[in-house]
């Protein structure tokens, strides 16, 4: 037989709403848990120009994903990520917390657990996911005009 909820936690629950599990937590990660992220931007990332290749890899790479995005932040810089998840169809989110504003600026996490150890994007790892991306295209290019270059008669 269930445990049915007394009267009291009825009301209780009815006033201030069903207790969460780590609230804190929920605060920072924009509604979700640690536990669940596939990866974070803070802010001030948000804010920069463009999008993150990483992030846009990630959304392609996890579509049952939900993109979670601080809606305390102004519509412009969270505009790109929108596009980014619309266009490969992934759920997405704005969270406005009035009481708390977190770091974060964008949240990519599941309904579950993935224990992803590295959710976090550094300067170095940003740098290198570019370096090695503009790496690739100077050999894709190179390939391509060896192999596929009309000759000069």
């Given amino acids: 037989m269930k445990n049915k909820p007394d009267v009291d936690t009825y009301l209780q629950n009815g006033i201030y709403g069903n207790k969460q599990i780590k609230p804190e937590e929920r605060n920072i990660y924009l509604g979700s848990l640690r536990e669940r992220v596939v990866v974070a931007l803070t802010q ?13 890899e990630l959304i392609m790479n996890n579509p049952n994903a939900t993109l979670y995005l601080n809606g305390n932040m102004a ?14 169809k992934n759920h997405f989110t704005t969270v ?12 990519l996490a599941y309904d ?3 224990e992803k150890e590295e959710i976090f994007i550094n300067k170095e790892t ?12 100077f050999f894709t290019k190179l390939i391509k005009n060896i192999f596929f270059s009309s000759p000069h008669s």
């Fill in 126 to 137: 940003h740098n290198s996911y570019r370096e090695k991306e503009q790496e690739e295209n």
């Fill in 96 to 107: 406005t917390n009035k009481k708390y504003n977190s770091e974060l600026g964008l949240v």
């Fill in 75 to 88: 519509y412009s810089y969270l505009s790109d990520y929108i596009k980014l998840a619309n266009k490969n």
């Fill in 44 to 56: 001030s990332q948000v804010m920069e120009p463009g999008t993150y290749d990483e992030v846009e």
């Fill in 112 to 114: 579950h657990a993935i």
